[in-house]
């Protein structure tokens, strides 16, 4: 072989590690603790369950004093918790990588799964507590089925 060719090929080797299969190692520098993805994991759920329980509390409250402004404020601000965990959960999933997931290592797969699984689930509870916020919307706080 030429010498110039040999040498581009050394060059090349350089930069080659060896292979290790320990997961740790393919881990793309030092992650940060979970509490973001968590955040984004747990608080929809939290939200939503929190959300039922005041609705049925406030709702007594709400038909004493002829006033749903606290139903509305109750649902308003979950509803901006749910949107806020999932674009918590958004920016995480790009941050680990958006792309075909491949066979990732343990740390690095599981913050994708659960950014993703925190993302659906801010849209699905979020859904769940509009559909709760809607009766109140058009119904009165004295309605009883």
Not at 137 to 145: D, K
Request: glycine share 8%; net charge neutral.
């Amino acid at each position: 072989m030429a010498p110039d060719v040999r040498a581009d090929f050394l060059v090349a080797e350089d930069n080659v590690r060896e292979r290790s299969d320990n997961p740790q190692d393919r881990v793309p520098g030092k992650l940060k603790p979970d509490v973001a993805v968590w955040l984004g994991f747990l608080a929809s759920p939290a939200a939503a369950l929190t959300h039922l329980q005041l609705s049925y509390v406030f709702d007594h409250t709400s038909c004493s004093t002829r006033s749903t402004v606290l139903i509305h404020a109750v649902s308003a601000v979950l509803l901006a918790i749910v949107v806020i965990a999932g674009i918590v959960s958004h920016r995480e999933w790009v941050k680990v990588g958006s792309g075909d997931p491949g066979q990732l290592p343990g740390p690095v797969g599981s913050r994708r799964f659960l950014s993703l699984a925190g993302m659906l689930g801010a849209f699905i509870f979020g859904l769940f507590i509009l559909a709760q916020w809607f009766p109140n919307l058009l119904l009165g706080p004295c309605i009883r089925t």
